[in-house]
């Protein structure tokens, strides 16, 4: 079994900086890809970025490219998400999740195939 708990989401101002943590624990971690998804008040939750089991390859849905950035640490079981130039339209609850996939699979594998964490919120103002 995998859990994830993420932190650091909160109320920031547009054009402010915030960064997300989301530390695994249970199952081979490293061998997982991982992944930031966010979900808006009245929408589906969708990718934000993901990032294979090495940290060298990285996806980023295109809203965000440039602003955020994906990383991880095996050693400590965490993944993060940079986010800067933050808009009010990045406001949502962000969940991490973990599976092993490729860091490419479709957004139905990841909703049928990794582990979840709970969500943090993210706040944008304008």
């Known amino acids: 079994q995998v859990q994830l708990v993420e932190s650091g989401g909160g109320l920031v101002q547009a054009g402010g900086s915030l960064r997300l943590s989301c530390a695994a624990s249970?199952?081979?971690?490293?061998?997982?890809?991982m992944g930031w998804f966010r979900q808006a008040p009245g929408k589906e939750r969708v990718f934000v970025a993901t990032i294979d089991w090495s940290g060298v390859n990285t996806y980023y849905t295109g809203s965000v490219k440039g602003r955020f950035t994906i990383s991880r640490d095996n050693a400590k079981n965490t993944v993060y998400l940079q986010m800067n130039s933050l808009k009010p339209e990045d406001t949502a609850v962000y969940y991490c999740?973990?599976?092993?996939?490729?860091?490419?699979?479709?957004?139905?594998?990841?909703?049928?195939?990794?582990?979840w964490g709970q969500g943090t919120q993210v706040t944008v103002s304008s």
């Open positions: 249970g199952r081979t971690f490293s061998s997982y890809a």
């Open positions: 999740a973990t599976a092993e996939l490729s860091y490419l699979a479709s957004l139905s594998r990841w909703y049928s195939d990794a582990y």
